[in-house]
């Protein structure tokens, strides 16, 4: 792993200077500061589950890249936690999808990494023996994991004695009463088999059968050892749900679209539906249809389940009716949803009681760069109760779960100053369940409380944005600034530490950097989430006029009209969509822009395009691909002179790397100042801790070198 610098030469081409970077550590931490080790050495907490039996819930953390299990439990003087699972290096093998046995005394989990569609898992650890995904079981009572086999994706049966995976597109079981017992193939079919779902009484096996330009749903009926297809079709079927009785399965559908690509913007469409089928035969039973205009076009919320069949025989489901995405209860015959979660605020992460008789979600209700937990009890007629608020404040709180006694909520949460944790609401209050994970050096009290701020775009849209203020801010002094861009383009950052871990990172990267005299601008840019189906999907966002440009403007313009803001040391960064905008920002606006931190960042869209639909008109093709070259930051590259380092892993599998090849090339031409940090074999978003901190070390000093007055890093 190198770093190369390309510096400019009066009358000369760029010079290549490369050298080591192995090893590198930055930021010695001086009274009242942190090094960046530090800020980023708190665990990321995911994966939240709760098991059927004794109140037990577990959890994933990632700890500076050791990822393990932990479980927690209730007891007589309160809740106690434990590791699971001891893994002790940084090697990029991520723990995932945990699921509890049945009898809640074990827990199956997904260790390794994900292929992608690719012929082999990722190793940027340059693991010797390579990299597998494999499905483990720990005992709760402790021991060592034992090897289920190659796979992922795990689904424990009800009565806990089966587990189904997937391993190699197909679908496998093993026994988990009978370890001597080899996995064994389910059945053979084509298509890439997911969303594993077994029947209540555990019977029989619904999934999701992807066929590239189609899907369908299937159920495997264990006694007769067969498979039928509900109600196949042209479109593409996902989310399958199971009625209690195990006599019908509710499925989404969406519409198939051959001539759309998602950096396009799509308010409205041919409107999806929700079919229920019979799991013997196949047949429809009974349809809901989505109506035209706002809510045609299906929104997923963030949760495994889309679909979920409560009491009184009603299906609660997603849906953008009002240009919100809001939960809607419907009988499972058919008939006229009832909107249960009124208001201009968005619903999140959704997961229903065991019993069925209630539904938790996390929304922004009532603050809308933030998270809080909301419970909705249903009556045994499946009538909704008015929601009700379980937490507030100034904290987040998200990917809520109940407890198998049908009454505790258990979360994830953070704030401004720790990041998120896994706690249990108690008496409407939160109480942490593993507060010994959190280092004792961990710098929560230096840290600064980002404020939220509401300023126009460069075309007067409304926008929010989270002000991080270095310490040593005070009036009549001009510091440098920087705008930091979101990834997705479907995001928001809030006002503290975020519950994905690629911004739980970044949100600790900008809490650094304004403790180096950075005042930082993160600002959540039209086609994000939380504000709405139309702000979402902006008009000519993207590939279709690049509207977001608009925004990119405006937060630099904001920060330059502040009196505690240097307007000639503006400077951004961001990665993936954020590193398309950051290089949008320095190619149209180096007047503006100083600097700029690029973390794999599309710079020209036409090379990420497939290939497209042989039924399109080629002067349409010709049109888009016309349109999607102006609004990349290859269009400006003439206009482009402000330094940026580059930095991006070799194998990528969400941006090609032969954007930042290709942008490297123009630059050298244009003869502006770039450098390059490259981690070989590494993916999009790193898996080895140690690439974060290198990349963030190489970003603060490419703009303590690039921002701050010569010989004054120090003392800023």
Excluded at 14 to 36: D, E, I, K, R
Excluded at 102 to 117: C, F, I, K, Q, T
């Amino acid at each position: 792993m190198l770093l190369r610098k390309f510096a400019r030469s009066s009358g000369l081409n760029a010079v290549l200077v490369v050298f080591a970077f192995a090893g590198y550590v930055h930021g010695q931490a001086s009274a009242g500061s942190f090094t960046l080790q530090q800020v980023l050495s708190a665990p990321f907490t995911s994966d939240l589950v709760a098991a059927a039996a004794k109140n037990r819930v577990a959890w994933v953390t990632d700890t500076e890249g050791r990822h393990n299990l932990w479980m927690a439990e209730p007891g007589a003087s309160g809740w106690t936690s434990k590791q699971l699972t001891h893994y002790t290096d940084d090697d990029g093998l991520g723990v995932n999808t945990p699921q509890w046995t049945a009898d809640a005394d074990a827990v199956v989990y997904e260790r390794g990494g994900s292929n992608d569609d690719e012929s082999r898992p990722p190793n940027p650890a340059w693991l010797v023996k390579g990299v597998t995904q494999q499905i483990w079981v720990v005992p709760v009572a402790g021991g060592e994991p034992r090897l289920i086999g190659d796979g992922h994706l795990p689904a424990v049966s009800p009565d806990g004695k089966t587990l189904a995976f997937v391993r190699d597109k197909e679908i496998w079981t093993a026994r988990l009463d009978a370890p001597d017992d080899k996995p064994a193939q389910l059945l053979v079919t084509r298509g890439d088999a997911s969303q594993l779902n077994w029947s209540p009484d555990g019977k029989k096996l619904a999934f999701k059968s992807d066929r590239d330009d189609h899907s369908f749903i299937a159920v495997f009926d264990f006694e007769k050892r067969a498979v039928v297809f509900l109600d196949p079709s042209t479109d593409e079927d996902q989310s399958p749900a199971w009625s209690p009785d195990s006599t019908r399965v509710a499925f989404v559908r969406v519409p198939t679209q051959t001539d759309y690509y998602d950096a396009f913007p799509q308010r409205t469409g041919e409107p999806w539906s929700i079919h229920v089928a019979d799991a013997e035969t196949g047949e429809r039973r009974a349809m809901w249809r989505a109506t035209e205009g706002e809510g045609s076009v299906f929104r997923a919320v963030e949760s495994d389940a889309q679909l979920m069949w409560v009491a009184g025989n009603r299906i609660v489901f997603p849906w953008e009716r009002d240009g919100w995405l809001h939960l809607y209860s419907i009988p499972a015959s058919g008939g006229d949803p009832e909107l249960l979660t009124p208001g201009e605020f968005e619903v999140d992460h959704v997961a229903e009681a065991p019993k069925g008789d209630a539904i938790v979600y996390d929304s922004n209700q009532n603050d809308v760069d933030r998270r809080h937990i909301w419970r909705i009890a249903l009556n045994s007629a499946g009538a909704p109760i008015a929601p009700k608020a379980l937490t507030s404040g100034d904290g987040i709180e998200t990917k809520p779960a109940i407890a198998s006694d049908n009454e505790t909520v258990v979360v994830l949460r953070s704030d401004a100053r720790v990041p998120i944790r896994a706690a249990v609401v108690d008496a409407g209050k939160l109480v942490d369940l593993a507060p010994q994970a959190i280092p004792a050096d961990f710098p929560a009290t230096k840290l600064v409380t980002p404020q939220q701020v509401i300023f126009s775009a460069a075309d007067g849209l409304t926008l929010h944005g989270q002000l991080f203020m270095p310490p040593n801010a005070r009036a009549g002094r001009r510091l440098p600034a920087l705008v930091f861009f979101h990834g997705g383009s479907k995001r928001q950052m809030l006002l503290g530490w975020h519950y994905m871990e690629y911004y739980s990172n970044a949100y600790s990267m900008n809490q650094y950097l304004a403790s180096r005299g950075y005042i930082v601008l993160s600002v959540n840019y039209r086609s994000g989430i939380g504000y709405g189906l139309n702000f979402r999907e902006a008009l000519n966002f993207g590939t279709d006029g690049a509207s977001e440009y608009n925004d990119v403007l405006g937060a630099g313009l904001y920060l330059k009209s502040r009196s505690d803001v240097d307007p000639a040391r503006i400077g951004c960064w961001g990665g993936s969509y954020g590193g398309y905008l950051t290089a949008l920002a320095l190619a149209r606006a180096s007047t503006l822009f100083a600097a700029g931190v690029d973390f794999h960042g599309v710079h020209n869209w036409l090379l990420e395009f497939g290939e497209f639909s042989p039924g399109l008109d080629p002067q349409k093709v010709k049109d888009f691909e016309r349109k999607a070259f102006e609004s990349s930051p290859m269009a400006f590259i003439s206009t482009w002179r402000s330094p940026v380092l580059l930095i991006q892993g070799d194998d990528d599998r969400d941006v090609a790397f032969s954007e930042t090849i290709q942008l490297a090339e123009a630059l050298r031409k244009q003869k502006v100042d770039f450098e390059e940090l490259i981690f070989p074999d590494e993916i999009h978003a790193f898996l080895l801790h140690r690439h974060w901190l290198k990349a963030y070390g190489a970003e603060a000093d490419f703009f303590d070198r690039k921002l701050k007055d010569s010989g004054s890093a120090s003392s800023q």
